[in-house]
């Protein structure tokens, strides 16, 4: 049998194309060079679709001169619940983070604020008690130091395998933000995709001022389990930052890409 001369340059170079090369917009479904679609900052450029950000990735798009805060605090086991401390382990490898929230110091434009991200790649951006603990700290500590927080969500919610540990946490980031409101610090909620349950109903809603990346989904409980349980049809974008900005939920949606400079001019009027 006589090999083809061809073959083995051809195999040769499919061994060196990237595993990564492409990937596929969750929005429209085209396919993209991830490389450009990383530059764009995970905007779709065909349909405008926002893909979810890391917790650095966000912070470093927002800031200048990041530094964390409480950077050594790991989620521990109050219940023995089974598989939680392997899929934790998983998520620290996955993501580089101890836990699903990243805060610290910063700048935005030049101006000292106080910031937090959460990160979805991270048992879905759960809130635990080490999630709540240091968005406590974040809020006292702005309050000490009279700086103005900015918040960026994206979670499912409350971590269900810290149980009561993890619902405690919705009382005490509320409390935290009373106690900023109360001495006149600015404070800034970023809903991005998704911004749910125990979160959005806690600090999330919370702030002076919400904003929303387009498309964010925004609620409390999913539109399938609110269907089933109340037997209604919702309306399609239910729960979109759009619809949410329509019904007086949310006050402004902004693009990520003017996200930075909107936040800035923001600030300043709050401040100056």
Same mark, same amino acid.
């Given at each position: $049998?006589?090999?083809?001369?061809?073959? *083995?340059?051809?195999?040769?170079?499919?061994? *060196?194309?990237?595993?990564?090369?492409?990937?596929k917009?969750s929005g429209?479904? #085209?396919m993209?060079?991830?490389?450009?679609?990383?530059?764009?900052?995970?905007?779709?450029?065909?349909?405008?679709?926002?893909?979810?950000?890391? #917790? @650095?990735?966000? &912070?470093?798009?927002?800031?200048?001169?990041f530094? *964390?805060?409480?950077?050594?605090?790991? =989620?521990?086991? =109050?219940?023995?619940f =089974?598989?939680?401390?392997?899929?934790? /382990? /998983?998520?620290?490898?996955?993501?580089?983070?101890?836990?699903?929230i990243?805060?610290?110091a %910063?700048?935005?434009?030049?101006r000292?604020?106080?910031?937090?991200?959460? +990160?979805?790649?991270?048992?879905?951006?759960? $809130?635990?008690?080490?999630?709540?603990?240091? !968005?406590?700290r974040?809020?006292? @500590?702005a309050?000490?130091? @009279?700086?103005?927080?900015?918040?960026?969500?994206?979670?499912?919610?409350?971590?269900?395998?810290e149980?009561?540990?993890?619902? $405690?946490?919705?009382?005490?980031?509320?409390?935290?933000?009373?106690?900023?409101? *109360? %001495?006149?610090?600015?404070? !800034?909620?970023?809903l991005?995709?998704? /911004?749910?349950?125990?979160?959005?109903?806690?600090f999330?809603?919370?702030?002076?001022?919400?904003?929303?990346?387009?498309?964010?989904?925004?609620?409390?409980?999913?539109?399938?389990? !609110?269907?089933?349980?109340?037997?209604?049809?919702?309306? @399609?974008?239910?729960?979109s930052?759009?619809?949410?900005? %329509?019904?007086?939920?949310? +006050? !402004?949606?902004?693009?990520?890409?003017?996200l930075? +400079?909107e936040?800035?001019? &923001?600030?300043?009027?709050?401040?100056?």
């Amino acid at each position: $049998m006589v090999r083809p001369a061809n073959l *083995e340059p051809i195999q040769g170079r499919m061994q *060196e194309i990237p595993a990564n090369l492409m990937l596929k917009c969750s929005g429209c479904g #085209a396919m993209l060079v991830t490389k450009d679609y990383v530059r764009d900052l995970r905007v779709c450029p065909r349909c405008g679709h926002h893909g979810r950000m890391g #917790a @650095r990735e966000r &912070i470093d798009l927002l800031t200048e001169g990041f530094q *964390e805060w409480d950077k050594d605090l790991t =989620p521990r086991d =109050p219940l023995t619940f =089974p598989e939680y401390l392997p899929k934790r /382990s /998983s998520a620290q490898i996955k993501t580089g983070e101890n836990d699903s929230i990243l805060s610290g110091a %910063a700048t935005l434009n030049g101006r000292p604020i106080a910031i937090a991200a959460s +990160d979805f790649a991270f048992m879905g951006g759960s $809130m635990g008690s080490v999630f709540g603990e240091k !968005i406590t700290r974040l809020f006292e @500590r702005a309050l000490k130091e @009279r700086r103005p927080v900015i918040t960026a969500t994206s979670t499912g919610g409350a971590r269900m395998q810290e149980g009561l540990m993890s619902l $405690m946490q919705m009382a005490k980031t509320s409390a935290a933000v009373g106690r900023l409101r *109360e %001495a006149g610090v600015p404070f !800034i909620s970023l809903l991005t995709d998704p /911004s749910m349950a125990g979160v959005q109903a806690s600090f999330a809603s919370l702030g002076d001022l919400l904003v929303a990346e387009p498309g964010a989904m925004i609620g409390f409980t999913g539109a399938r389990v !609110i269907e089933q349980n109340l037997r209604i049809k919702l309306p @399609r974008d239910f729960q979109s930052a759009e619809f949410q900005m %329509a019904h007086g939920q949310i +006050d !402004i949606i902004v693009p990520r890409a003017k996200l930075k +400079d909107e936040l800035g001019q &923001i600030l300043s009027l709050l401040l100056d």
